[in-house]
């Protein structure tokens, strides 16, 4: 990838590095990247499952410009056998190029490569599948990990306190809706080298698992960065770069972009994490929480994939928030039969969160307590303990970002504002949230990563191997090294390096570019800086005069020199949060329009306020997206049924609130922490909260369309539960029934 | 098949007068126009907007054919214009991208509605962008960079809206 140019430090921080290329198009995504002339390839969709699968692909074979059409059998064993790693950056496990038994409805069968695009498209509808589902297996529990007490220890617990809540939310599957289609291109060059290029977010972690499924030293794999069109955790795994390399092959090497369609992208990609959430909480009458459990459950699809690390942190993010005296939480993940489940921004906090703060504000209502003031009495603070993972916290804001918050969006005032009991009515509701910076699970598993600076004819250039995939994580890293190099006022560049550059470096997710490659920046800058001042010294002993004060033009004598920069983190750098959203309702249409959010962070130390502005405005509103309108559709038996952006529906202009960032910094100066996924987490459950307060009704599951909405006003209206779903608010006195929904 | 031409940022390329292509396909299949980017093909996202004899369309919902004779600017010609420059100016100022796939779109319209010089109130703002998607910004920043391109023109008040 081309590397681009900051201007330096003497002009102002305003730009982006990625943003001219961006905006004058120049910017090569993977489809963009793909040496023209190339072939078209695409894949063929089981069109049912659990099915055996039969593939007729002679009448393809038969169509004009089609090059090649590729069933499971004719694929070489080795290739046929292969199956992806356990890694989730492996791609789901047990994946494989082509099904000739489908797991679920989607999974791809056949490929075809064809000359152009439009013969690609007739011969994949002439390829002929059967396929004849079998019954759909019974959900399975594949995975389970808890955190903190014991069950019975909870129970105890939980019997001894004075008021007991038992709730359950339920949040639907639905597309990522990254706005680049998925694109894979490969090509074999003539010394046997496979050239991948990829919308894969973590290309250091891809590189090496499809070297092994296709049967090459990782040496001779070249892995081109190219931009990624928006990824949010949707890209993190390998995919098709197998199967594209060996349909490249199978042309004579020739290049091959195998590219989705819009509703394939949608469809037949993994999905955001469909999850159920059920807690148990038991408190005194001030609020104080005793005792509580979280059970998050994941439907991980046919397969596992993230889903047990979003589980998995879903579980550890929602013990750590709230560490009552016995808090007990479980990350759990069933199999079924349909479209695997991805790792979508927020990995298992965003769903979790849902449920945890939810629930509190019904709790907070049926007490008689105001919703922040509860959040305030049980919520984690500097110098606790990380009860999932039992690390000491020395740093973590909530009460800060709660109190800051309810001033700037002017919580009181809104929340005792008397309603006119009209047909429009208004609504406030807060959420706390809290998020990691790493996926470091302390010093056992540390998450390392190493980068480079270099002086290198007249400019600096930051190597990284992480791809910029729109946080602005390149433009931050930029900022960082011109506070240790800016006063040689020289140019910075940064440049995505070959992933075999820095082969311990697992790429872009997780929130932790700031966290700890920004910590590698730093270093690597401070250590290059050294050698520059220390090649100064020797030069300007050797000269008359010196020139220490003159020292842009001393280093253009210095010629390249380059130093490695790299940061451990042993700990997750926990952030905390809170958002706090206003709603008005049309009790008439069951509509939501989300008014106003101000959201909250503590960023340990800001880096680059209007990226982080940025990252907040976007994950607010993906949050409302997720909140109220994003759905996934499918046929019976979880056939893709999508029309892409037709039916997913995300948010447009006209959807977006107006948000308010604030930023919560800490004193002591500690670091940068993530900024990446906080700002999408307790958005859901904030407007969920809101809508309760401005009608009364308590929805519980995502989303909360207009048809549910107004199902829940109207059962409220009759005094009757709507489906489960709902349920006027505040809730029945206590205590209530154990068991849930 | 009978020929024709279609002016492409200022070169006439050959087409078939019956070429039922989308534009959008043959813009970056066969011209390897690649800064037009294709979000969705179906005139959902509007990434692939290019304006046609000055007008911004999905080109991804527009037959070649239609594009016969006609002038197609992708963002490459509209950046040329002095109008176009002082878009992107302001898109960059104001940080208004993120992943980028969607923003040539962006700017592009931003641009026609420059030029038409007819004043919008925010709300009538939102609407002429909200057959863009982006899933990365939220809108803020990108609203924000509009409205200073525009300068007077999205000046106005929100009447109803």
């Known amino acids: 990838m081309r590397s681009v140019t900051w201007p330096g430090a003497l002009m102002a921080l305003a730009e982006r590095v990625d943003g001219r290329p961006k905006l004058e198009g120049r910017a090569l995504y993977a489809a963009d990247a793909v040496p023209r002339p190339h072939l078209f390839a695409g894949v063929v969709p089981a069109p049912a499952a659990p099915a055996a699968v039969t593939v007729d692909p002679v009448p393809a074979r038969r169509m004009p410009g089609v090059v090649v059409v590729l069933t499971p059998s004719d694929l070489a064993a080795r290739h046929r056998d292969a199956r992806w790693c356990a890694s989730p950056h492996g791609g789901p496990k047990e994946t494989c190029m082509l099904a000739a038994h489908a797991r679920y409805a ?60 038992a709730h359950r939310y339920e949040i639907g599957p639905s597309p990522f809706g990254f706005i680049e289609p998925v694109a894979i291109g490969a090509a074999w060059d003539g010394t046997g080298v496979c050239q991948i290029w990829s919308c894969a977010q973590s290309p250091a972690l891809a590189l090496p698992e499809v070297a092994r499924i296709i049967g090459v030293p990782a040496g001779q794999v070249r892995w081109h960065p190219t931009y990624v069109g928006g990824g949010f955790g949707g890209k993190d795994q390998i995919s098709y770069e197998p199967l594209a390399a060996v349909l490249s092959s199978a042309c004579g090497g020739r290049p091959v972009l195998l590219e989705l369609s819009r509703a394939e992208t949608t469809g037949c990609w993994p999905k955001r994490n469909p999850a159920t959430i059920d807690l148990r909480t038991g408190v005194d009458r001030t609020g104080r929480i005793l005792a509580r459990e979280v059970i998050l459950t994941i439907d991980a699809g046919a397969d596992h994939g993230h889903s047990p690390d979003v589980a998995d942190n879903g579980a550890a993010l929602s013990a750590a928030l709230y560490p009552a005296p016995v808090t007990r939480t479980v990350g759990r993940t069933v199999s079924s039969a349909v479209l695997p489940s991805g790792g979508f921004r927020g990995y298992g906090g965003t769903e979790a969160l849902y449920g945890v703060e939810a629930s509190l504000d019904e709790i907070a209502l049926d007490l008689g307590i105001d919703p922040v003031d509860i959040r305030l009495r049980n919520a984690l603070s500097a110098g606790g303990t990380d009860v999932a993972r039992q690390t000491a916290v020395p740093s973590f804001g909530i009460a800060e970002c709660l109190r800051r918050g309810a001033e700037t969006f002017g919580w009181s005032a809104a929340r005792s504002r008397p309603g006119d009991g009209g047909r429009l009515r208004r609504g406030v509701g807060v959420a706390a949230l809290i ?52 006063r040689y006022g020289l140019p910075i560049e940064v440049e995505q390096a070959d992933p075999r550059t820095f082969p311990g470096d697992s790429g872009t997710y997780g929130s932790r570019s700031c966290y700890v490659l920004g910590n590698a920046v730093t270093s690597a800058a401070t250590a290059l800086r050294q050698m520059i001042e220390a090649q100064l010294a020797l030069s300007s002993a050797g000269e008359a005069g010196g020139t220490a004060d003159r020292p842009v033009r001393n280093l253009d004598t210095l010629g390249l020199l380059r130093a490695e920069g790299t940061c451990s983190a042993s700990d997750a750098g926990l952030v905390a949060g809170a958002q706090f959203a206003e709603v008005l309702v049309d009790t008439w249409t069951g509509a939501v329009t989300v008014e106003r959010v101000c959201s909250v962070h503590d960023v340990g130390s800001l880096i680059d306020r209007e990226r982080a502005m940025g990252q907040v405005f976007g994950g607010v509103t993906q949050g409302i997206g997720l909140a109220l309108t994003e ?42 922490r993530g900024l990446g996924e906080a700002p999408v987490m307790a958005v859901a459950p904030a407007i969920a909260n809101a809508i309760a307060d401005a009608v009364g009704v308590r929805l519980r599951a995502l989303p909360m369309t207009s048809e549910r909405v107004l199902d829940a006003i109207e059962a409220m209206d009759t005094q009757q539960p709507a489906g489960g779903l709902a349920e006027p608010c505040p809730a029945p006195a206590s205590p209530r029934s154990l068991s849930p929904g | 098949m009978g020929e024709g031409w279609v002016d492409v940022d200022g070169i006439r390329r050959a087409v078939g007068v019956s ?99 007819l004043p919008l109130t925010p709300g009538e703002l939102l609407a002429e962008l909200s057959g863009h998607l982006c899933r990365c910004t939220g809108y803020q920043q990108i609203l924000l960079a509009a409205a200073d391109a525009l300068g007077d023109l999205a000046g106005g008040p929100d009447g109803a809206g």
């Open chain 2, 19 to 117: 070429d039922a292509k989308p534009l959008a396909r043959w813009l970056r299949d066969d011209l390897a126009a690649t800064q037009v980017k294709v979000g969705c093909g179906e005139g959902a996202c509007g990434a692939c907007t290019v304006l046609l004899d000055g007008v911004p369309v999905p080109s991804c919902l527009v037959p070649l054919a239609r594009a016969r004779g006609r002038q197609v600017s992708t963002i490459r010609a509209v950046l040329e214009s002095e109008r176009g420059g002082r878009v992107a100016e302001a898109f960059a100022a104001r940080s208004a991208l993120q992943c980028g796939f969607c923003t040539p779109g962006f700017v592009v319209t931003v641009t026609y509605l420059l030029g038409r010089g």
């Open chain 1, 631 to 672: 759905t996934l559709f499918t046929g019976p038996g979880g056939v893709p049924g999508s029309k892409g952006f037709l039916d997913h529906l995300v948010p447009t202009a006209l959807d977006a609130a107006s948000v308010t960032a604030v930023f919560v910094e800490d004193e002591a100066g500690g670091p940068a």
């Open chain 1, 106 to 165: 989607g999974e791809p069968v056949a490929a075809v490569v064809a000359k152009s695009r439009a013969e690609l498209r007739a011969a994949l509808a002439a390829v002929g599948v059967r396929a004849t589902a079998g019954p759909q297996p019974a959900p399975s529990v594949l995975t389970e990990v808890a955190y903190g007490a014991e069950l019975d220890e909870f129970e105890t617990a939980l019997a001894a306190c004075e008021r007991i809540y």
């Open chain 1, 435 to 486: 998020d990691t910076s790493s996926p470091a699970q302390g010093p056992g598993r540390p998450d390392h990563a190493t980068v480079a600076c270099r002086l290198d004819a007249g400019r600096f250039v930051i190597e990284v191997a992480a791809a910029e995939i729109g946080t602005g994580s390149h433009t931050v890293f930029a900022v960082l090294a011109d506070r240790v190099l800016g």
